[in-house]
Every structure is written in C-alpha cells, then in structure tokens.
C-alpha cells in the first residue's frame, strides 16, 4: 500500500508543496515543529534511509540542502536543523526545521498555522528558491 507521502507526492492527498524534482519532493509539515517545517522525500518509495542506494542518498541531501538555504533565507532563525526518523511513515524522508530554541526540534512542541498562513509560507519558500533554483 502507497504511503501517505506518496499519496501526497502523486496530489491525491493535497499538500502545501515546496519545491519538486524528477526525483525529490518537498512540502510543508501540516503538524509542524516551527514555522517553516519542511519534509523533503524521495518520490520512489523506500522505507529507511539506509536502504537508499548511494546516488540517491546524496541527491536526497543536495536537494535537501537546497531548500534548506531557501528555508534560511525565509524564516526567521538562527539555523535550520536536519533530522531523519522516519519511524512515523514508512517512507524515507528529512525534517527540515528552522531552529531558535532547542525544543524546537524535540518533536514535543508544535505550533499552529491556519491555511492561509502555510499558504504564504510556501509562496515566499517557492519565491526565494527560484534566486537559486534547483
């Protein structure tokens, strides 16, 4: 059965995209960390990180990083910080979270947008990454 991010990935489950490649994916977190939260993914399908082979884990981390500088240049933060879990969805994929404080990235403390709010978020994510596109 297809995963929630592949569902989103294919538009059946709407989402509030950031950037997309032929390979890579990336959306805003709708239960967010921080404002600016962002999941990046493979499109193909895999359940961990270290079943990606190697070309793919490092497209996964360039592109990653690509939207992490976009993410920079965006949101107010002293960094952005990079985890990968992925025990929640069986389908590898990197936060990306715009850090002030530490509890910021503990995935205990959430914060709340309306739609409206994540939709500008990624109108101006989406603006800075065509500066330095992908």
């Known amino acids: 059965m297809a995963s929630i991010f592949t569902k989103i990935i294919k538009g059946e489950i709407p989402s509030y995209k950031i950037a997309e ?7 805003l977190d709708i239960n967010p960390n921080a404002k600016g939260h962002t999941l990046c993914v493979p499109k193909r399908e895999v359940d961990k990180i270290t079943d990606l082979d190697r070309d793919s884990y490092l497209g996964l981390m360039d592109f990653a990083i690509k939207i992490g500088r976009a993410l920079e240049a965006t949101v107010r933060c002293k960094r952005v910080g990079m985890t990968v879990i992925g025990l929640e969805v069986p389908h590898v994929h990197v936060h990306l979270i715009p850090l002030n404080e530490m509890k910021e990235a503990t995935f205990q403390h959430k914060v709340r947008l309306s739609p409206a709010e994540f939709e500008a978020l990624a109108d101006k994510i989406r603006a800075e990454l065509k500066k330095n596109p992908l």
């Open 21 to 27: 490649t032929e390979k890579f994916f990336a959306f």
